[in-house]
């Protein structure tokens, strides 16, 4: 409210019901974390969505050869690796972090089963859609799959929504 509208300390303590005390510090920690991601963001290109869009291809690759070490040599060192499932399938309950940790997580995760992908473009970037149609009870039977890529090009950031309701809009 401060930095987008403009509005005083004041008017945002009386609007939210808070001390001016608390939005002082709010918006000071508030600013900090935007420093940190404004400072690692890649604003979206047309060189960016080619470059993601052939990444995500290569770590589809190095998925389905269960090859953790190609995987690896695809992440940033602080890669971050974010699963929804939304309690209703098996997933990492927390963010896997750190490239050997997220490798090792993908290199074991792979079904056995053959899986459908195809490529589109979800919320601006490209992204992986997948489905396994003979999923065991508890794993996902499909799911989407983006990633960000960090200034060297190596994966910062993976998602993965396995949650059935967040899927709904999602042309399968």
């Known amino acids: 409210m401060r930095d987008v509208y403009d509005y005083s300390v004041s008017e ?8 001016e005390a608390n939005v002082k510090t709010t918006l000071h920690r508030a600013r900090k974390v935007m420093d940190g991601y404004d400072r690692t963001r890649r604003p979206p290109t047309r060189e960016l969505t080619e470059e993601t869009r052939a990444m995500l291809a290569r770590f589809l690759q190095c998925f389905m ?6 995987i690896e ?3 940033a060192a ?7 499932s ?5 997933a990492a309950g927390i963010p896997v972090t750190g490239r050997e940790k997220v490798a090792l ?17 979800l919320n ?18 499909r799911w989407i799959y983006t990633i960000d890529l960090d200034a060297e090009g190596k994966i910062r950031r993976s998602y993965a929504v396995f949650a059935t309701e967040k899927l709904t809009t999602i042309p399968f």
């Open 12 to 19: 945002i303590a009386e609007a939210l019901d808070l001390s």
């Open 65 to 70: 050869q269960q090859d953790a070490k190609a």
């Open 73 to 75: 040599e695809l992440l």
């Open 78 to 84: 602080d890669v971050q690796s974010i699963h929804d």
């Open 86 to 90: 939304a309690g209703e399938f098996i």
């Open 105 to 121: 997580f993908y290199s074991h995760i792979l079904p056995k089963e053959e899986l459908r992908t195809r490529f589109t473009m």
């Open 124 to 141: 601006g970037q490209p992204a992986v859609i997948t489905e396994r149609p003979d999923a065991p009870k508890g794993l996902a039977p």
